[in-house]
């Protein structure tokens, strides 16, 4: 009976060493993102020498924190970079509120679309993409990250045809690539028949930047099998003056199993 109330009384010691023990975890975590945002702050105040290090604290951030990062990605466009690298690199997948905030002032909706300012807003909206959103991450972690910012990532996905900066268009038509969204399948076809529609006025050339995108766009068809591509990559083989893209159409093309 003493032996029974005396392991009882330990298993209670135990579970809750085990809780504090947790707690302590927590609270240490919190502690040090809590330290690395103040010694920003003194970093900041103490000049510019320490330059390198004055955003690194993003990476310790989480989405609570995402109105304060917001406020030095609208800053100058090197602070922006630098907090991009950092917020990379953080746990928490949430940055719905930031991409969102970018995007309404780059939107073809926007009140004011033409406004100063717009080129470096495309900027850092692209290196948010490329970064937050990349390939090289963890497959799991990856898909946590674009199932955690569907709702914003849909905005951008479905102006895929307004997007004036090709850049933006780029990393928009790798992410649709990468979600497997196959609602958005018809705007990456959409895409690439604008670009074999221009090709004329273009004889047959495009720019590097062009090229560029209408390749990730034939990534994007052969990774989703996307089967109503294959006019546009057909017109492509055969019409186009670059070496790369009819290399990469047929290639893309041969990949593709017709539809039985």
Known sequence: MFLSRNYKSNNNISAGLRRQDHDSADNLKSCMKSLAIILTCFLLTAGA???????????FSDRSDNLLILTYLTADLDT???????????????????????????????KAPRQAGILKHTTVLTNLLSNFFSSDSEKSELQVRLDSNRKELAEIFGSLPYLENIDLKIEATRLIGLSGEQYFYPLIVCELERIVDIMPARNELFTQPEEKLCIRLMLVVRDCGIQEARPALQSLSCRSRSEMLVKTARTVLSSLVPSP
């Open 49 to 59: 020498g320490f330059a390198a290090d004055e955003t690194s604290w993003a990476s």
């Open 80 to 110: 922006a970079l630098g907090i991009i690298k950092s917020l990379s690199i953080r746990e928490d997948p949430f940055i719905g509120d930031i991409l969102d905030y970018f995007f309404t002032h780059i939107s073809p909706d926007a």
